[in-house]
């Protein structure tokens, strides 16, 4: 069984996942791009952690317990 190991996740990594060409890869979530009309979302290379499955069943999402909290600045 293989575990992603978040701790190397750059910042901002809500997915990983492996693609169909084998190649592993950190996501974050998408977001519009201003003045075009198309959304982006940054996708860095990743370890494979040993996965061995298919990779149409690779998708994982960050826990939430490791999902930075955004809070509000105080003044």
């Given amino acids: 069984m293989f575990e992603v190991d978040w701790r190397q996740a750059p910042k901002g990594a809500k997915w990983w996942a492996i ?3 084998g190649q592993a890869h950190w996501f974050t979530p998408p977001k ?3 003045f075009f009309h198309f959304w982006y979302a940054d996708m860095d290379p990743a370890p494979d952690f040993g996965y061995q499955g298919d990779w149409k069943d690779s998708l994982r999402e960050c826990p939430a317990r490791l999902t930075p909290i955004k809070r509000k600045p105080t003044l």
């Fill in 32 to 34: 519009p791009m201003p």
């Fill in 19 to 21: 693609n169909e060409d």
